[in-house]
């Protein structure tokens, strides 16, 4: 078989990603069509901006879960070399190729002659597994921390903001590798980290319950029982780590079971955003008790708890909503900074950080295995940080 062209591969390209295109389709369809009933979401598609940032971040999402849960898009194994195919350039036919064999490295082969375009896609499914639940698990951390803190005040905020601000000291990059060093990983501090911040989730969702079905204990004890056991049953499988002091649930009672390094990022993620999301809150909550909306709420006799979350966490969305897709920005260079440096995840991962150090040892002479990941990271944060603008403009409008 020949080589193909340009139009070629970019034609081949589009025709993998179909379910992506469909997905993207219906999204922005319903969307459009309902967008008056969907409150900021809807108002996102009112800004030019917003709808391309919101595009660019769907298509990664969408990619990420087609072939993480359904091996769909991707042409090769990410991980498995074919002879022959070392640096290969972009649409050389696979040599020895079988039938039911994708018959072109559709980007071209990297140094260990793997499928560029294959480890692209599959390193996807990294950075969307980790880098949006991991700023979830900060900001939830942080709001529960944080809320408190402002409301408050006095040697609570003080404690709180103290150990915020220690953490803050260190840079992120040296805090980062500090963490998920393999001394550092066999001590079992991470796993510890782990048992703590992955519990006040759950802290936050029971006192959300209860703060706001007080006066209804039937259905409070109700909600409260099924949140323990769910997620309580959720936390300890994720936090249940075999070869670390934290191995304590039977293997038949283990839901699933992370990689030690995916677990080590994922908390180091979380350890180091959770403090920057704590001052944020913090100083949304010191501003939004002064208004007269709380003053009422707090005439008309209702509880601490009841204000922070049901008075001042909805009227502080607006910011925390863009900062969390800033974040999600910020965490993925992070994890593509931890990946280039072989740090945390495993040295044959897809990740586009660990893409990117491999494929720069040659970039001069064969500059595809590293630009293509490379321009993947670019566009998912440029996408994010539209998506924020976006949503910054329409809820300044509110």
Not at 93 to 106: H, I, K, N, S, V
Not at 176 to 188: I, Q
Not at 327 to 351: A, E, K, N, Q, V
Request: charged share 15%.
């Amino acid at each position: 078989m020949e080589p193909l062209s340009w139009g070629e591969i970019l034609l081949r390209l589009a025709y993998q990603f179909m379910p992506v295109w469909i997905a993207l389709a219906l999204t922005f369809g319903l969307s459009i069509a309902y967008k008056r009933r969907l409150g900021l979401y809807g108002k996102l598609f009112d800004n030019m901006i917003g709808m391309v940032g919101f595009a660019i971040v769907m298509f990664w999402v969408y990619t990420a879960l087609f072939v993480g849960l359904f091996d769909w898009i991707i042409t090769h194994d990410p991980l498995s070399a074919v002879s022959g195919m070392k640096n290969k350039v972009p649409g050389t036919p696979l040599r020895g190729a079988e039938d039911g064999d994708y018959p072109y490295y559709l980007l071209g082969g990297d140094t260990l002659a793997r499928d560029v375009f294959s480890r692209m896609v599959q390193g996807s499914w990294v950075v969307i597994r980790i880098a949006p639940l991991a700023t979830l698990f900060a900001f939830m951390a942080g709001i529960t921390l944080g809320l408190p803190a402002g409301y408050f005040g006095g040697r609570l905020d003080t404690v709180l903001s103290f150990l915020a601000n220690l953490i803050l000291a260190f840079p992120v990059i040296l805090l980062f590798y500090l963490l998920v060093t393999p001394e550092m990983v066999e001590s079992g501090i991470p796993s510890y980290m782990a048992v703590v911040l992955f519990v006040l989730p759950i802290l936050f969702m029971i006192v959300l319950i209860n703060s706001r079905f007080h006066t209804q204990p039937t259905r409070r004890n109700v909600l409260v029982a099924l949140v323990v056991v769910v997620f309580g049953w959720l936390y300890l499988s994720l936090i249940n780590d075999p070869g670390t002091p934290v191995n304590f649930l039977p293997v038949d009672l283990d839901l699933f079971d992370i990689p030690g390094g995916i677990l080590v990022v994922f908390v180091s993620v979380v350890f180091v955003n959770a403090p920057t999301v704590f001052r944020i809150v913090r100083g949304l909550a010191l501003d939004i008790q002064t208004r007269d909306y709380v003053a009422a709420a707090q005439t008309r006799g209702e509880g601490p708890w009841y204000i922070m979350l049901w008075e001042i966490l909805p009227n502080a969305r607006g910011p925390l909503i863009v900062d969390f897709c800033l974040r999600i920005g910020y965490t993925t260079i992070l994890l593509g900074t931890l990946g280039f440096f072989g740090l945390g995840l495993p040295s044959d991962s897809p990740d586009w950080g660990t893409t990117i150090n491999q494929g720069r040892k040659l970039l001069s002479i064969y500059p595809h295995p590293a630009i293509v990941p490379a321009f993947s990271l670019l566009s998912l944060v440029l996408g994010l940080n539209l998506l924020a603008d976006g949503l910054r403009e329409e809820s300044l409008k509110d």
